[in-house]
């Protein structure tokens, strides 16, 4: 595939039936163009009348929508507003005569589904809410989240901003270090998990996992346990209570508690390169607002649509689906197994079964799915999506040709979403109204004032740069949990009143945006630099490489040299001839100061569970140094099969 040219152009039918060009047309707004632009030089303009387009209810209306006194770093929004976010997921719809229509469509590992209306939903929202107020959660305390994407998850999560308390999501596989590192930091006064889940078929067992966990978390008062597999689990009865007692006797009716828009709704916990996880405070207005807003212009999500995403909890994404799909009236189509099992079929099956029209998936995902051949997604129906989208990582063109004419036969746009936990939702996006260039953006979302600095802090086209960010909006994180300093150091400490993100950018001539991977994983090789991206996508363009991985490491000539860890295609095997063939193409694509110096071949390359190769513990193990927090790393045995890499 050409990278240089568009692959999808929409239709007049798509522009018309979209929410974005309505909104368009409502603000008199003739193009994305000038809607970014008029966003970004007045965001209190903009965000208010996003505010009133989304519907967003408010229990006091707020006064001013942007305060930017204390500075960049520290905006307050919707000044002497209040609201609940569970309020505007929930009872706003039941309001306006939509109980009945679906709010969560679930499937288990095992193929077992279920659904909830918003009706169902709110009543047992309130039940849990209520047998929460009763187990001492008020309003600032905080919750610790550890289950899979279940109806509970979401039951659990809007329970808790119900009461206007804050809630700590746990990835569903995490090891009891991992949970307490988070637990213990939000200081929880209270853990939800389930006797445990099933995934590939097999047990995981959440609760012997939380007892580990809650034995070094002294804030914890309560472990509520949902019975999910109902069995038999160890029990601490001055401590732990089942969910289903604890809502038996409740009220399905419980006021939703007005709160400040920027009170905190969660803290998500992200991972550095060193130290403990960063504990990322996202606010009741802020996150609803710019999730509701990015998944309705970016995604096109309305009432009548069933988003599905292949996520987890403790991802930000996890939260997002939930929010996105709630806020704007539609359905969460929630899994809660992985995307091969029992077949390689299985995600092409949930989409013909429960009739997505809009799903989300990781560039590594698919590349996981390509091996498997096209087969698997074409014996499927897939005529209700209208809308594929990616988040996590950068593409390489190979597995986005896959998805675009395999899957998606050419028809549907690759809705290309990029930001962050600390952003609330996206930075960079497409648009269902706008053309796509293969694996690029076509460009900043409207409220984000994004641009592409130098290394002398200027805004630079044509070459690659830092992803910046220049002017406050409402999802930004109001900083990290009790650590003031580490956020202003991590995102405002380069340049003045300048937020940099981490990740590589590159505008083409065209205007269209790229990623080229984080900035701290930058290869810088006999002057040049650019990122790992652009060397893995000339890897995984071969046909015998499933992925890859690619750092840098000291070279006493070039400053730094290449070295490619290569996860090869089942049935592929190593030799060195194809060693040889990998370097050449390298050397061939980027030229031969770029050639490798080494190419290994892996079992397997670790990831985070957003599905991001952890380049930064490649080059860790591979140098013989510490990797720092491995809290998000969802396969441990990955750093072993680096270390073994020939």
């Not at 047309?25 to 996003?50: C, F, G, I």
């Not at 919750?143 to 009461?163: N, W």
């Not at 012997?208 to 034995?215: I, K, L, P, Q």
């Not at 988003?307 to 539609?330: C, E, K, S």
Request: hydrophobic content about 40%.
């Amino acid at each position: 595939m050409d990278t240089s040219q568009v692959v999808w152009r929409p239709s007049p039918e798509v522009i018309e039936r979209s929410r974005l060009a309505r909104f368009l047309k409502k603000l008199q707004v003739p193009s994305v163009e000038a809607l970014h632009k008029r966003s970004v030089e007045d965001p209190a303009w903009y965000w208010d009348a996003v505010v009133r387009d989304l519907g967003i209810r408010w229990t006091r209306p707020y006064t001013r929508v942007l305060d930017e006194s204390r500075g960049v770093a520290w905006p307050r929004w919707f000044e002497g507003g209040l609201l609940n976010f569970s309020d505007n997921c929930v009872d706003r719809h039941l309001d306006a005569g939509r109980g009945n229509h679906p709010a969560i469509i679930w499937e288990g590992d095992d193929g077992t589904t279920r659904t909830l209306t918003y009706a169902e939903l709110a009543r047992e929202i309130n039940r849990l809410a209520n047998a929460l107020t009763r187990l001492g959660i008020r309003k600032g305390d905080r919750v610790g989240i550890f289950l899979p994407m279940s109806p509970e998850a979401v039951i659990a999560t809007l329970a808790v901003l119900r009461l206007g308390a804050i809630y700590t999501p746990c990835f569903s596989g995490f090891g009891a270090q991992a949970v307490v590192a988070r637990v213990q930091d939000a200081e929880a006064k209270l853990l939800i998990t389930a006797d445990g889940f099933q995934r590939r078929g097999q047990v995981v067992k959440l609760k012997e996992t939380a007892d580990e966990a809650v034995a070094q978390c002294p804030s914890v008062e309560t472990v509520l346990v949902y019975r999910r597999l109902g069995r038999e689990i160890p029990w601490n009865a001055s401590r732990d209570a089942w969910w289903h007692e604890s809502v038996e006797r409740e009220s399905d009716r419980a006021a939703a508690v007005p709160v400040d828009a920027d009170h905190p709704a969660l803290i998500i916990y992200t991972s550095g390169t060193t130290g403990r996880p960063k504990g990322t405070v996202l606010t009741q207005a802020g996150f609803l607002l710019k999730c509701g807003h990015d998944f309705a212009y970016c995604m096109d999500v309305g009432a009548d649509d069933r988003l599905f995403w292949l996520t987890d909890l403790g991802w930000l994404m996890g939260p997002m689906q939930i929010t996105a799909a709630l806020v704007n009236g539609g359905t969460a189509v929630m899994f809660e197994g992985v995307q091969d099992y029992p077949a390689p079929d299985r995600l092409w099956s949930i989409v013909e079964r429960h009739r997505v029209t809009i799903m989300g998936l990781s560039p590594t995902a698919v590349r996981a799915l390509m091996p498997h051949g096209d087969s698997h997604p074409r014996r499927h129906v897939l005529s209700s999506l209208r809308i594929l989208a990616s988040t996590g990582e950068p593409w390489n063109p190979e597995p986005y040709r896959w998805l675009f004419e395999v899957v998606g036969q050419g028809r549907l746009p690759i809705i290309n979403y990029t930001g962050g936990t600390e952003i609330s939702g996206g930075i960079l996006g497409c648009f269902p109204i706008t053309p796509i260039k293969p694996c690029s953006f076509y460009g900043p979302i409207p409220g984000m004032a994004a641009d592409c600095y130098d290394e002398n802090g200027k805004p630079v086209r044509g070459a690659v740069g830092e992803l910046v960010i220049t002017r406050p909006w409402p999802g930004m994180t109001q900083g990290f949990w009790q650590d003031r300093a580490r956020y202003e150091e991590t995102y405002w400490s380069r340049w003045d009143n300048v937020w940099v993100h981490g990740d590589w950018a590159y505008v083409d001539d065209d205007g269209f945006w790229f990623l080229q991977g984080r900035s701290d994983d930058t290869l810088k090789i006999a002057g040049k630099r650019l990122g790992p991206a652009e060397v893995e996508s000339v890897l995984v363009g071969h046909d015998a490489v499933a992925e890859a991985g690619v750092i840098g490491v000291p070279h006493e000539v070039k400053g730094e040299s290449v070295v490619c860890f290569v996860v090869l295609k089942p049935g592929v095997t190593a030799s060195e001839p194809l060693r040889g063939e990998l370097s050449g193409r390298v050397a061939h694509a980027m030229g031969k100061a770029l050639k490798p110096e080494k190419i290994l071949f892996a079992r397997e390359l670790p990831k985070t569970r957003s599905a991001k190769i952890m380049r930064r513990v490649i080059r860790a193990t591979y140098l013989g140094k510490e990797p720092g927090d491995l809290s998000s790393l969802e396969n441990p045995a990955a750093v072993k099969a680096v270390a073994e890499a020939t």
